[in-house]
């Protein structure tokens, strides 16, 4: 498992350079954005988002990439047995060999996990709201306590919710290097 966890922490490397190079032109946009907001009713981080829109893309796309290279090389650590070096370079051959494979199971793994896992999110908020105004007003301790259970209820079943995303997601990849491993 330690070299799986090497492989990861490789792999935020550009990650971090990728948010490195994004975070001056966030901050020259946000920076306008306090200054002369240019509609607020938009959220800030939104408006600088939309502000430095290539600088967002490539974080995603630096992260999306590390993700599914980091995917494939820890299934190859953990079922071939390969080295740091062997699996990264492996993943990197394999997804430059077969990019269109790899968009497809990256496109049906978030398919299947932002539609649950978005209104999980959603619900946690609105639990957590309704716990934040009971506890603020604190005049019925009846509804301070079912609030506060709906919320650790409502974020079980999203912590739930995330563990089922994260198996569909597992599955996905590893069915993804045994189709790209069979022989023929």
Known sequence: MRRVA???????????L??????PGWVGVAYQELLLPSDLAIPLPLRVIAGAPIAAIVVVAAWLLAEVIGGLAARRIVLDG??????????VLGVARAPASALLTLGLSLAGTLPVLVPAVV??????????VALVD?????????????????????????AIAAAWRSAL???ELARRERPG
């Open 138 to 162: 604190a005049t019925d301790g009846v509804a301070v306590i079912v609030s506060t259970l709906v919320l650790v209820a409502a974020w079980a079943a999203s912590l739930g919710v995330a």
């Open 82 to 91: 390969s080295s740091v070096a062997g699996a990264l370079g492996a993943a």
């Open 18 to 23: 990728a948010l490195v190079a994004a975070v």
């Open 123 to 132: 619900v946690v908020g609105v639990a957590w709201d309704r716990a934040r």
């Open 173 to 175: 990849w590893t069915a």
């Open 6 to 16: 090497v492989a990861r922490l490789v792999l935020i490397v550009p990650v971090a």
